[in-house]
């Protein structure tokens, strides 16, 4: 047991960077990943495990936006088959609301959490414009809707510009 801690702790001593040199600060502990590449930093463990931390939320992020954007693909699908317009603007205006009053409670700026759920309804209304146009329709529709956001169904919030990804479904 003695040998094993020597070991664990000559290792923690030395760490080494990419180039095979010694140094750089490191508190003592092995340096760590800086990133996805394999690279080794020589920045402080704390923050390169804060920066780990901020890529796997940005992960879920994506795949959360992933989800309910195949969703609001459904609900847009839906609503054009039964002739419903793209753009529900009570509806809206109650999400934003509610959006508000969850980002303050989780200490969030409700005017940052505002904005991006306005532009991403307005990507959503966009999406479910192309499913009510003809095909020659559909891309005129999507170069229009490049501007701020106008309103949405927040019942159908998604990825910004996300498509969705035949082989995937």
């Known amino acids: ?6 070991r664990n702790r000559r290792v923690a001593a030395s760490p080494q960077t990419t180039s095979g040199r010694t ?19 020589d ?12 890529d ?5 992020l994506v795949h959360l936006l992933a989800e309910r954007f195949k969703a609001t693909q459904r609900v847009g699908e839906l609503k054009a088959a039964v002739g419903l317009p793209p753009a529900d603007p009570v509806r809206e205006e109650r999400q934003i609301a509610r959006l508000r009053g969850l980002a303050d409670e ?7 959490a505002e904005k991006f759920i306005t532009f991403v309804i307005a ?6 414009e192309a499913l009510t146009t003809s095909p020659a329709d559909a891309g ?9 956001a106008s309103g949405g169904n927040s019942d159908e919030l998604a990825a910004p510009t996300a498509p969705v990804d035949p082989a995937r479904s």
């Open 23 to 41: 140094g750089g600060w490191t508190g003592g502990i092995p340096l760590a990943p800086a990133s996805y590449d394999g690279r080794v930093s």
């Open 1 to 6: 047991m003695r040998a094993t801690r020597r």
């Open 106 to 112: 989780a200490g969030l700026d409700p005017q940052f």
């Open 56 to 60: 796997n939320i940005d992960a879920a």
């Open 43 to 54: 920045l402080p463990p704390d923050l390169l495990s804060l920066r780990s931390s901020i």
């Open 123 to 128: 990507e959503v209304i966009r999406h479910h």
């Open 140 to 148: 005129a529709a999507a170069g229009e809707a490049g501007g701020e």
